[in-house]
């Protein structure tokens, strides 16, 4: 500790006058034109739980995109073996993301380890198995590749998500990557949470796809889907009754085009009945390619295809070159509004899941600060005037201190940007029993020296000394069990293992230096004889 | 001067030491005996996975009339229990996720019995992997607490103090848990938060009174080492008092105001203070007489 009183009074002096400054945008809405430039501008920021808002944390499911990708692979490895004249059949990709063939001549297994290494350097072989003189081969994509698309594909959906809330335009939102494969969203003051939880986890694939009019869709819904083709639905509401109902579609399974080839999407509202529609505007390739497709599908049918729900399957009724789409399909203006952002930011690489979900309406965190506030300041005023009857004016130094405390936990949260939840709110409450405790060692320990007959500087001093070793022990051992709630990552928890770090610290500085400062001022410069403790 | 505790107080407190045995044996008994007759203890959605949804409604409404307007959804065999006035909460251990979850199942069987008399205020959904997670994390926070201390404590101390120390956190852990067992509260992860708060809280206690049995061995090291143990906490004593009244006006402001959504975990802290303060004094302390039989070589005359 410092031995010159001035300058632990300048100390203190600064202390507090940070602690004003860190505090006046929380408390002062506007800071008149002058000072505006010079005060730091963060309020203290309040958790979801005293300011209403919605918490996600979602799961991306990395396995749906390797095997997506993987799918992908299974197309080129067979035309690049046919290429090659390597016989083969049955090429399958299973759930799990692996590749099995059957060779038809053994010789045939090098040749496919050495187009591997050539053209597929991702990829191994896991097993292989000799079968009707040939080979079964399993090949599965190598480990360190797996985790790198693993890794890509979390980000690409933290990307994308970051993009939908943005556009959605929500203020202050935090999107941050938790562990290997989640992500936790934080969308303080949200209003509707059911939309923004479908702008959210919709995975937004969308897909032209053919139908298929070469065979019998009922022949297909009897379980001969015919090679190449798919079932899907598509949701259909009568106009009359306004009846739901899902009208079965055969679609070519391949996809002529995907969301990928967009360039924007925007709502627009029909001419006829209208009613909103999404339309699209292709890329310069896209609008090349759906040129092409249109040209050469006359007369067909065109499935427009979201995430695996037909939308509308129009007849093509001659080649579109404009590079313009639309879809249509009975939208209410905010579903069409959030459909054309979820387009424009793109589709999820893979889908996600929502793993938690918390969500506080602002009337309920209003009802939290209130009673909050209430909660500490009758803590405080019952503490005060503990302090104040039963270590007199001695109680008033420690008094001073306690609320100096309260102020700098509050400019400690403000000027680091720590949040302020209800727990948070509690932790500060009971740092103030806390904190005081520092006084009541250093305060009894005075009494006994003064018991012991000495004068009051002396006891004041030795006080002070004994107590202090006992008191680091104790803020250490506080800080330390406060340390193990900040495993809990996020959410109100880790307010309240915050502020009680925090209280801590601070009740470290204040109990113990500010109300020695305190005392020694006094004592130096009024003749005290007694002390009122 | 305003004395609580004269300065002269002379308790025999390790004389005691049989009866504070007993009936913390007692305590921890009811709580474990409370544990296992409800079948464990009663985890929130934070460690079982599950959904919460609170309800204001406007007028005064029955758990019964709730439950009779959502019969036929989802949440027909949940619990539903009154939140504060004219406030409900509905917790089921199933978690809804979905996107229409709310729409169908609440919103709309509530609109069509209350009309719009009623808010939704909250809703929290867990699924069970994160459920999973919490309580492994949770499990490993408390233990890992536990040995942090300890280390701290042996560090500052010796061996057999530290050890004192650790046997009253464990004390203090199994009786709060035990209480929220009896009071059937649901376990969550503010209990959690403030068992892992009554562990710093109750080894606070513990170390002044181990920093003063330090103090007067090194003064006194003929005397019996169960007299100085009397004499630290009967010495100590006032300051432990004193500490824990003023934490126990802050829980207790915490409690009565502190709103619906704290009071539980206030509870929990009510209960950890008292039975923080009682074990720093029966069982850290007089436990260190126990290590001192186990440890009789490293004699107490060494520090």
């Known amino acids: 500790m410092f031995t010159s009183l001035k300058l632990r009074m300048l100390t203190t002096a600064l202390a507090c006058l940070a602690a004003v400054v860190f505090l006046i945008p929380t408390f002062v809405s506007d800071i008149p034109a002058p000072w505006n430039k010079f005060l730091p501008k963060e309020k203290i920021h309040l958790g979801l739980d005293l300011q209403g808002g919605m918490h996600l944390v979602l799961e991306v499911d990395t396995q749906k995109a390797l095997e997506a990708m993987m799918g992908r692979t299974a197309e080129n490895l067979k035309e690049t073996l046919m290429d090659n004249r390597v016989r083969f059949r049955n090429l399958k990709t299973s759930q799990d993301g692996t590749i099995t063939l059957e060779l038809t001549e053994s010789a045939a297994k090098t040749d496919l380890e050495k187009l591997m290494r050539a053209e597929f350097p991702d990829l191994e072989i896991a097993s292989s198995s000799p079968r009707d003189g040939g080979q079964l081969v399993s090949i599965k994509i190598n480990e360190k590749r797996a985790l790198e698309l693993q890794k890509i594909t979390v980000e690409h959906s933290l990307e994308t998500i970051r993009n939908r809330v943005d556009q959605f335009g929500i203020t202050e939102p935090e999107i941050v990557p938790q562990g290997d494969n989640r992500i936790m969203v934080q969308l303080p003051g949200i209003k509707d949470p059911e939309r923004a939880k479908n702008l959210i986890g919709k995975t937004a694939l969308l897909e032209f796809k053919l139908v298929d009019d070469e065979h019998s869709l009922e022949e297909a819904i009897r379980g001969n889907i015919p090679e190449g083709s798919m079932i899907a639905y598509g949701l259909r509401e009568d106009r009359s009754s306004g009846q739901r109902g899902s009208v079965p579609y055969l679609l070519k399974s391949r996809a002529l085009l995907t969301g990928a080839s967009l360039e924007t999407a925007k709502v627009q509202i029909s001419d006829r009945f209208g009613e909103p529609t999404v339309s699209l505007k292709f890329s310069s390739q896209g609008a090349v390619d759906f040129d092409r497709i249109t040209a050469e599908n006359v007369r067909r049918r065109l499935a427009i295809v979201l995430d695996g729900v037909v939308h509308s399957a129009p007849v093509i009724q001659e080649r579109i070159s404009g590079g313009q789409a639309q879809i249509s399909g009975n939208f209410t203006l905010e579903e069409a509004r959030d459909l054309a952002i979820v387009l424009r930011a793109g589709a999820l690489p893979a889908p996600v899941n929502i793993l938690e979900e918390r969500t506080v309406g602002p009337s309920l965190g209003s009802d939290s600060i209130r009673q909050g506030i209430i909660a500490t300041i009758i803590g405080s005023i019952l503490v005060i005037l503990f302090m104040l009857i039963y270590y007199r004016l001695s109680g008033a130094v420690a008094n001073t201190a306690l609320i100096l405390n309260i102020f700098l936990i509050m400019a400690v949260l403000a000027a680091f940007r720590a949040t302020l939840t209800l727990p948070g709110i509690a932790g500060m409450l009971l740092t103030i029993g806390v904190a005081v405790d520092a006084n009541i060692l250093i305060f009894e320990r005075i009494r006994e020296e003064l018991r012991t007959g000495k004068t009051v500087r002396l006891a004041l001093d030795t006080g002070y000394n004994r107590a202090f070793i006992t008191i680091i022990d104790t803020h250490i051992t506080g800080i330390v069990a406060s340390c193990f709630l900040l495993m809990f990552g996020t959410g109100p928890i880790k307010g309240f293992a915050v502020t009680t770090i925090i209280g801590l610290l601070v009740s470290l500085f204040t109990a113990v230096f500010v109300t020695k400062v305190l005392f020694d001022y006094f004592t130096q410069n009024f003749n005290i004889k007694k002390l009122s403790i | ?303």
Request: charged share 15%.
């Open chain 2, 1 to 303: 001067m305003m004395e609580l505790i004269k300065p002269g107080i002379n308790i025999d407190f390790v004389g005691k030491l049989k009866y504070a045995l007993v009936l913390s044996s007692i305590l921890i008994i009811i709580g474990i005996g409370s544990i296992i007759y409800h079948g464990g203890l009663n985890p929130g959605i934070d460690f079982a996975g599950g959904t919460i949804i609170q309800i204001k409604f406007q007028k005064d409404v029955s758990a019964d009339q709730i439950r009779g307007a959502l019969q036929s959804t989802k949440l027909a065999s949940s619990i539903i229990q009154q939140f504060g006035a004219k406030e409900f909460l509905i917790r089921t251990h199933e978690s809804f996720s979905d996107q229409q979850m709310l729409a169908a199942n609440v919103q709309e069987p509530l609109t069509s019995a209350f009309n719009q008399d009623y808010e939704i205020r909250r809703v929290e959904v867990v699924g069970s992997k994160v459920g999973a997670d919490f309580t492994r994390k949770a499990i490993i926070a408390v233990i890992l607490s536990w040995i942090a201390i300890l280390i701290y404590v042996a560090w500052r101390f010796e061996f057999r103090y530290a050890m004192g120390g650790i046997l009253a956190l464990i004390h203090d852990t199994l009786i709060v848990i035990g209480a929220i067992s009896v009071m059937n509260m649901e376990f969550t992860i503010s209990i959690l938060a403030a068992v892992i708060f009554v562990i710093g809280f109750s080894i606070n206690d513990t170390i002044v009174t181990l920093d003063r049995i330090k103090e007067i061995v090194k003064k006194h090291s003929k005397q019996k080492l169960s007299d100085i143990i009397n004499s630290a906490i009967n010495q100590t004593l006032s300051r432990t008092i004193l500490t824990s009244l003023t934490v126990f006006f802050t829980v207790l402001a915490l409690y009565i105001f502190g709103g619906a959504v704290i009071r539980d975990f206030a509870f929990a802290l009510l209960i950890g203070t008292v039975v923080g303060t009682y074990s720093t004094i029966y069982i850290a302390c007089t436990s260190v007489l126990f290590f001192e039989k186990l440890q009789p070589v490293k004699t107490k005359r060494t520090r």
